[in-house]
């Protein structure tokens, strides 16, 4: 099956502590995207990397730290989290290029008491 | 700066009525326009898709059309039906792969 797949697909933990949440996309596309969902459903990117390559780095904290081992692989890390960070995370890819279509995985909701 | 404003929050409809969604946006470049459908529980997805060279798209009985003079892009469909449920994004792509996402409207199809 090709696609995106995110795990785990629920988080509930503690203000401080460390979680990472984890991409995988098999349709051979070079670049993926990590994107904030908050409870307006308001969706916001936060990172993008191609080929391994960081490429977009929004304004966000300096806690959230993105993890790529390979194109296919994009991670993501959130050393001290805080209750703001209570959200759906959703990860993407494409193929390089501003008009491509990108292809999203189901999301992680996070729950930070 | 790059924007886009979707200003209908919530629409609720019957089966068989006319769907009309507005979007309007902001940018210095030559954008590519996007509707992402999303429906509970997964990711966005790709609804259709319009650049400036076609000004048009359809998809599933859904079509977008982009006005370039007055910076909107509305989404249509004739007859909705209840599978049509679910929140619908007007998107902006420009440079790097970047895509702005409007604020979504939910719709909701009464029975």
Known sequence: ?113 | GNSVTQMQGQVTLSEEEFLFINCTYSTTGYPTLFWYVQYPGEGPQLLLKVTTANNKGSSRGFEATYDKGTTSFHLQKASVQESDSAVYYCVLGYNQGKLIFGQGTKLSIKP
């Open chain 1, 1 to 113: 099956e090709t696609a995106v797949f995110q795990t785990p697909n629920y988080h509930v933990t503690q203000v401080g502590n460390e979680v990472s949440f984890n991409c995988k996309q098999t349709l051979g596309h070079d670049t993926m995207y990590w994107y904030k969902q908050d409870s307006k459903k308001l969706l916001k990117i936060m990172f993008s990397y191609n080929n391994k390559q960081l490429i977009v780095n929004e304004t966000v904290p300096r806690r959230f730290s993105p993890q790529s081992s390979d194109k296919a692989h994009l991670n993501l890390r959130i050393k001290s989290v805080e209750p703001e960070d209570s959200a759906v995370y959703l990860c993407a890819s494409s193929y390089w290029g501003g008009e491509d279509t990108q292809y999203f995985g189901p999301g992680t909701r996070l729950l930070v008491l």
